[in-house]
């Protein structure tokens, strides 16, 4: 891989990638009004989702506690879900287990990068963790809730979770609020896809014996204790244009009005460069590279990264 990445030509690719990741560093820690929260928006295929990604990598660099979710989109569909009486609210333990466990597919590993951290960090509540339907196999019987003991770490927290289907949701609330009574080291909530979270999930709740109700993804338990902004942790949400989710309002509730940071297209200066790099890692001929085709493709796409990617194998 390093190969790919020398010289004059490697070195501006890099600084395209920087100038954008510098523009969330400028929002979050650098700018006159210091952001914990920001919201990513813009066009599709801007660059969004690879952003959030870079910051999550530097972040974990930095030594910060991340808590990475790539496909918010996940949480609200698929699996099995069921309505829990002492709450109210939907518990999907699939999911719940799934942010917990190893998913180093799509660097969401949350164990692996933060093991060492979740170790040193004990936990500061220690009220027993509710027990709910097991995935498939329902609740356990005579027990509704489990103990955590005294000096018990994140770690066991996380574990618990993932070792007891029963646990898992639990474990996955009960983490969201031992992160915010976090101090000691910097926190970052990443979630990408969180459009998905202010629309309606695929759940439907029957009504009717010819009925059903759709069920909102702020009735889902972990995206209920997840989705709000309105805190003072560090947290950082991309919008995705690809799940179809359509337009929201701007004002989007648990959300700082504030929060929302619309993400440029390239400008012709990044395409140059990107064009370039696609022309070194032999995407298109040198005999029909030149300044005039790679400008057509820019202005074709309108600075679109993807679309750029699609367009440049077919100059002639």
């Not at 709000?228 to 991309?238: I, K, L, Q, T």
Request: overall charge neutral.
């Amino acid at each position: 891989m390093r190969q790919l990445f020398d010289g004059e030509l490697s070195v501006r690719l890099w600084w395209v990638i920087l100038n954008k990741i510098q523009v969330i560093y400028y929002l979050l820690l650098s700018g006159p009004k210091v952001r914990k929260q920001v919201v990513l928006d813009g066009p599709r295929s801007c660059g969004k989702s690879i952003m959030l990604a870079m910051l999550v990598h530097w972040a974990r660099d930095e030594g910060w506690l991340v808590l990475y979710v790539p496909r918010g989109w996940e949480w609200t569909h698929g699996g099995y879900f069921y309505k829990n009486p002492q709450t109210g609210l939907w518990d999907t333990p699939l999911q719940a287990e799934n942010v917990l466990k190893a998913r180093s597919l799509f660097d969401m590993d949350f164990l692996k990068y933060n093991e060492s951290r979740l170790r040193e960090l004990p936990c500061q509540i220690l009220d027993p963790i509710p027990l709910g339907e097991g995935a498939g196999i329902g609740y356990m019987k005579g027990v509704d809730s489990k103990e955590i003991p005294e000096g018990s770490t994140l770690y066991d927290l996380v574990q618990m979770g993932i070792q007891q289907t029963h646990a898992a949701v639990s474990a996955v609330v009960r983490l969201r609020k031992e992160l915010s009574l976090v101090k000691d080291i910097p926190v970052l909530i990443a979630i990408d896809q969180y459009n998905n979270w202010f629309t309606f999930s695929e759940y439907e709740e029957p009504v009717t014996i010819r009925s059903c109700r759709p069920v909102h993804s702020r009735e889902l338990t972990m995206v209920n204790a997840f989705r709000s902004m309105m805190h003072d942790e560090m947290m950082v949400g991309a919008f995705s244009h690809s799940t179809a989710v359509g337009k929201l309002r701007k004002d989007l509730p648990d959300v700082p009005v504030d929060a929302r940071f619309n993400l440029p297209r390239y400008n012709i200066d990044e395409a140059a460069t990107v064009c370039h790099y696609y022309l070194r890692q032999r995407l298109v001929s040198r005999e029909v590279f030149t300044e005039e085709n790679w400008k057509k493709v820019y202005y074709l796409s309108n600075g679109n990264g993807v679309e750029m990617r699609s367009l440049v194998p077919l100059m002639r």
